[in-house]
């Protein structure tokens, strides 16, 4: 029969067995482990070079965007100041411009108002004392426009708190007629062209074709000041 002692020497070589194939398995998973982790690393390391080669890229697109920007500012910039010397050298102002485009066509706008003006007169001034851009006069009215390259809100409220009350002083001979008043400008946004309608003026703007045109709604009424 066999022996307490032959069993116990048989349990240890079992246990002995099994552990050495533990290990074995152990250190296998730590093999799998280990080039797993390997692989993982190469695969973060590529990213990284991905990454750093996009951002390379963006950096240098950016770059060459900027310096192309930059080009074509200065090419604009340079072309605005040959127009604006051309100009310049005319004698010619953007002011002097819409000036003469709102005066030009005056009496044909006022005409669809039932405004038949006999005198349309510009830059109508006394010297050191006040000056206006267009003046126009029927047989009980007159219409003083004030024309802006661009209208903007300051622009009215000074033609309404400055300009028209004084015109009947610095012109007596305009003291019995009814005064009206009118702006003009080739850049009129919206809320400024509303803005001027309110205070009861004439708005004036410069067409997509290059012809003039009012911006008044059809019911508009235009203020009588004193």
């Known amino acids: 029969m066999e022996s307490r002692l032959d069993r116990i020497e048989r349990a240890l070589e079992l246990f002995v067995q099994e552990n050495r194939e533990a290990r074995k398995r152990a250190d296998e998973e730590m093999r799998d482990m280990r080039e797993s982790r390997k692989k993982a690393d190469e695969e973060t390391r590529h990213l990284k070079e991905v990454i750093e080669e996009t951002d390379r890229h963006i950096r240098e697109s950016d770059e060459r965007l900027g310096e192309r920007i930059k080009e074509i500012d200065e090419r604009l910039s340079q072309k605005m100041d040959r127009v604006s010397k051309e100009l310049g050298e005319m004698g010619i102002t953007q002011g002097q ?9 005056v009496g044909y706008l006022f005409e669809k108002q039932e405004l038949i003006f006999s005198d349309i007169r510009r830059n109508v001034k006394k010297k050191g004392i006040a000056e ?8 009980d009215k007159v219409l003083v426009i004030e024309v802006k390259n661009k209208l903007e809100k300051r622009s009215v409220d000074k033609f309404l708190e400055k300009m028209l009350p004084k015109f009947k002083k610095v012109f007596p001979e ?5 005064l009206i008043g009118g702006v003009g400008g080739l850049v009129v946004k919206d809320d400024v062209g509303q803005y001027a309608q309110k205070a009861g003026l004439y708005v004036l703007t410069q067409k997509g074709d290059g012809g003039a045109m009012l911006l008044n709604r059809k019911n508009f009424k235009a203020k009588s000041f004193v």
């Open 174 to 178: 305009y003291r019995d007629y009814d």
């Open 97 to 105: 411009i819409a000036e003469d485009l709102f005066y030009r066509n």
């Open 132 to 139: 206006y851009d267009i003046v126009a006069v029927n047989k």
